[in-house]
């Protein structure tokens, strides 16, 4: 697979509202699109670090994958994944991953935020980190 660069870094939080302002305020940093995934049960607001984002994630109901996160860090969220952007494709890498024993999440990419193609990787085969693999379909 072809990496190009880190796509973003994704941060749960119980609540953006009150997540955003050590963001803004204390960092400087500005929110610029704000977001609700329906499939993914999760709310999304973004910011720029450079040329790289943070992805700050809000369940929108009890029995989201970001809800069930944030309950096992004691209601607190924190670092959730990282995310990797992918020149070849998606599928490709999915494949690839998949051909070197690699345990998938996703066996195909999905619709994300900001129209992106995602997939994710299990953490039980990526350092313990869950990987997120991105490709922008408008590039």
């Given amino acids: 697979m072809?990496?190009?660069?880190i796509e973003h870094l994704g941060i749960?939080?119980?609540?953006?509202?009150?997540?955003?302002?050590?963001?803004?305020?204390?960092?400087?940093?500005?929110?610029?699109?704000?977001?609700?995934?329906?499939?993914q049960k999760v709310k999304t607001a973004f910011l720029k670090v450079g040329e790289v984002?943070?992805?700050?994630l809000e369940p929108t109901?009890?029995?989201?994958?970001?809800?069930?996160?944030?309950?096992?860090?004691?209601?607190?969220?924190?670092?959730?994944?990282?995310?990797?952007?992918?020149?070849?494709?998606?599928?490709n890498a999915l494949a690839e991953a998949e051909g070197l024993g690699i345990a998938l999440i996703d066996k195909a990419p999905r619709k994300g935020a900001e129209g992106l193609n995602?997939?994710?990787l299990h953490p039980k085969s990526t350092a313990a980190v869950l990987?997120?693999?991105c490709e922008n379909?408008?590039?």
Avoid at 53 to 56: A, D, I
């Fill in 61 to 91: 109901s009890p029995d989201s994958t970001i809800a069930k996160f944030i309950e096992k860090n004691g209601g607190r969220g924190g670092m959730h994944h990282l995310a990797f952007c992918i020149e070849d494709g998606v599928a």
């Fill in 12 to 39: 749960a939080c119980p609540s953006i509202e009150k997540a955003l302002p050590f963001f803004e305020n204390v960092l400087g940093l500005k929110c610029y699109n704000v977001e609700v995934v329906e499939d």
């Fill in 2 to 5: 072809k990496i190009s660069h």
């Fill in 137 to 139: 379909p408008n590039k």
């Fill in 118 to 120: 995602i997939a994710f």
């Fill in 131 to 133: 990987t997120e693999l």
């Fill in 53 to 56: 984002k943070l992805e700050l």
